[in-house]
């Protein structure tokens, strides 16, 4: 009669593979991490006597309602920005004492004097999508980090790494103390040689 | 009797369901996994913009969020389909920001008030003017560190 009936299927091991499912999620799942372009934005306080700028020294971005990109008033793929805004930074047309020993530009003396000089103003218009204003943001950033990358690489080969990455360690709180202290003179060092100077106009009302 | 037994065990045995814990288990940790938390519920559209320059943001507790974008399709009715700014679970108008951002900066700990950074996620779709309106509202109470929330990627996504 015993051997009529099924014998019961032994579910002992079931909790083994329920454990393996469990364990190969938690292992292939990252914890999202939000990221993002980081900005300061200027006080409200007014400049109650603004410096006077060359026109030279600065490189204005425009975008307009039609999501068109306009670079010293003419029109520009957005493609050809970052190589653009390179050539303006690294430009170093400055003479005696504005002149810039490490800059690898065309030394145009119709641009930019020397990169602590140079600004990008950025206007868009209220019409402008966001993100087409993120695409410029992003592609004057990374102008800015192509020379960093640049000049870190070549003032401190022995780091073994550029810009982005030995700010990305910086900034990762798991580094050694140490290491940020050191690495912290560096950065500041190639941001002086390149400093971030992007000035946004407030935008424009259609009209 | 013994054949009446007999007839009886011909039937199909009952089935175990001794593994039936285990298979729910199993479900219940398949979406403790795959569920990402969220303090929001998002009222909006938020499709982030694509960028590769980024650089990571701030620990959660140093961060306030400012959501804006279209509403979603089942507030739409309710809300229309312009852009709208959301800070907590609430749709909000610009002139709410500034307070928004200076109570979010007083429930934080003293020695992080200074140190707060505002992340906007915003919709790639939004145009710039309720953007340019949240700035100068944050420049007003002085939240001048700010982050552009993007997903990683390349700018030629964005079209």
Same mark, same amino acid.
């Given at each position: 009669m015993g051997r009529r009936s099924a014998p019961e299927v032994n579910a002992g091991s079931m909790a083994d593979i329920a454990f393996l499912l469990l364990i190969f999620f938690l292992v292939t799942t990252t914890i999202e991490t939000d990221s993002g372009i980081n900005r300061k934005l200027p006080p409200m306080e007014e400049i109650i006597d603004p410096p006077i700028i060359k026109e030279r020294n600065i490189f204005t971005v425009v975008v307009n309602k039609n999501n068109q990109i306009l670079v010293e008033e003419k029109l520009m793929e957005i493609r050809s920005l970052r190589s653009e805004a390179v050539a303006f930074l690294d430009? @170093? @047309?400055?003479? *005696? =004492? =504005? *002149?810039? #020993?490490y800059c690898q530009g %065309? &030394? #145009? &003396? %119709?641009?930019? #004097?020397n990169p602590d000089k140079a600004i990008i103003s950025l206007k868009n218009d209220r019409e402008t999508d966001y993100k087409v204003y993120i695409s410029v943001q992003n592609e004057l950033v990374a102008a800015y980090n192509e020379l960093r990358n640049r000049e870190f690489l070549r003032l401190y080969p022995q780091e073994n790494m550029d810009y982005v990455q030995a700010d990305r360690k910086y900034t #990762?709180? &798991? /580094?050694d103390k140490k290491v940020k202290e050191k690495l912290r003179e560096k950065l500041s060092v190639i941001k002086l040689m390149y400093p971030m100077k992007l000035s946004e106009a407030e935008p424009n009302k259609t009209s | 009797m013994s054949k009446f037994k007999k007839k009886g065990s011909g039937e199909l045995p009952k089935i175990s369901t001794a593994s039936l814990p285990d298979i729910v288990f199993m479900l219940l940790f398949f979406f403790m996994v795959a569920t990402v938390l969220r303090d929001n519920t998002l009222m909006i559209q938020n499709t982030l913009p694509a960028a590769d320059q980024i650089q990571k943001l701030d620990k959660k507790d140093r961060v306030i969020y400012i959501y804006a974008g279209k509403p979603s399709a089942r507030y739409q009715d309710k809300y229309g389909n312009q852009p709208r700014i959301q800070l907590n679970d609430k749709f909000a108008t610009v002139s709410d920001v500034g307070a928004y951002v200076l109570a979010e900066r007083a429930s934080k700990r003293e020695e992080l008030q200074n140190v707060l950074t505002t992340a906007l996620k915003v919709d @790639? =779709? /939004?145009?710039m003017g309720l953007i340019s309106d949240i700035k100068q509202e944050l420049r007003k109470v002085n939240a001048l560190k700010i982050n552009y929330t993007t997903r990683i990627g390349d700018y030629t996504q964005n079209n």
């Open positions: 430009n @170093g @047309g400055g003479l *005696a =004492e =504005e *002149a810039c #020993d %065309s &030394r #145009d &003396r %119709s641009s930019s #004097d #990762d709180p &798991r /580094t | @790639g =779709e /939004t145009k």
